[in-house]
């Protein structure tokens, strides 16, 4: 653990407020003692509500690092990440998660995430989003294909 990224992050948050670009938010990702992405909530000022602090970083690490996975890298980040950024975290692979603010000090300001903690548990039919599964028989023909393509790339 480094105080200097998470130093990082923070200032990142405050000058996202200050520039406008969206919520009070930052991320820094390390690889080798060094930032090799940083990321800002840019939600509002974008119109993506996946743009999130984390996953922009991991977009940007990403890029950089030429590669889909994050093994060896640290993720800063100034708040707990939400369900949708863990979500892409786990999937990005990193070594370790440093986070400042917790999910109940967002929850403070108006950035309640708690909604979708409860909706994750819940079956399918009792979400508030009403949600059906449809044509699974001819959508397995993609999965089928993958299934039998021998020069994929696993992840």
Not at 48 to 56: K, L, M, N, S
Not at 59 to 74: D, P, S, V, W, Y
Not at 82 to 94: K, S, V
């Amino acid at each position: 653990m480094n105080a200097e990224f998470m130093w990082e992050a923070i200032r990142l948050s405050i000058q996202n407020i200050r520039d406008g670009i969206g919520g009070p938010f930052a991320c820094v990702i390390v690889k080798d003692g060094k930032i090799v992405a940083r990321g800002t909530n840019s939600v509002t000022s974008t119109n993506d509500p996946t743009a999130h602090a984390e996953i922009v970083a991991i977009r940007n690490a990403c890029k950089e690092l030429k590669t889909f996975q994050l093994t060896g890298c640290e993720i800063y980040t100034s708040c707990e990440p939400c369900p949708m950024c863990l979500g892409a975290i786990y999937w990005a692979r990193p070594d370790k998660i440093y986070f400042a603010n917790g999910r109940g000090d967002a929850a403070k300001i108006g950035f309640d995430d708690e909604f979708l903690y409860e909706e994750l548990p819940k079956k399918i039919s009792n979400r508030k989003i009403p949600t059906a599964q449809l044509m699974r028989e001819e959508a397995l023909a993609a999965f089928r294909e993958w299934e039998q393509k021998h020069d994929k790339i696993q992840y």
